[in-house]
């Protein structure tokens, strides 16, 4: 089995978890999930069931579908 790079704990508001993306965007968390896989968004994953995602990769992405910014 793989291992994960470490990164540090989420704190402030530089990371969001894969829950608050998905309601963001108005989708499920398993298209948040696909999305990541097809390297349109990097999720970032400190333990095996926890995955999060940059503030700044997120605008990107909003940017991208002409969406408002966060």
């Not at 990371?15 to 499920?28: E, N, S, T, Y």
């Not at 994953?45 to 969406?67: A, C, E, I």
Request: proline share 9%.
């Amino acid at each position: 089995m793989p291992t994960l790079p470490l990164i540090p704990l989420p704190k402030g508001d530089r990371w969001m978890d894969i829950r608050k993306v998905a309601r963001l965007f108005g989708v499920q968390r398993n298209t948040i999930r696909r999305w990541t896989v097809d390297g349109e968004i990097t999720g970032y994953k400190p333990t095996k069931k926890m995955t999060y995602y940059m503030k700044s990769d997120v605008n990107k992405l909003l940017t991208s579908r002409g969406l408002p910014n966060i």
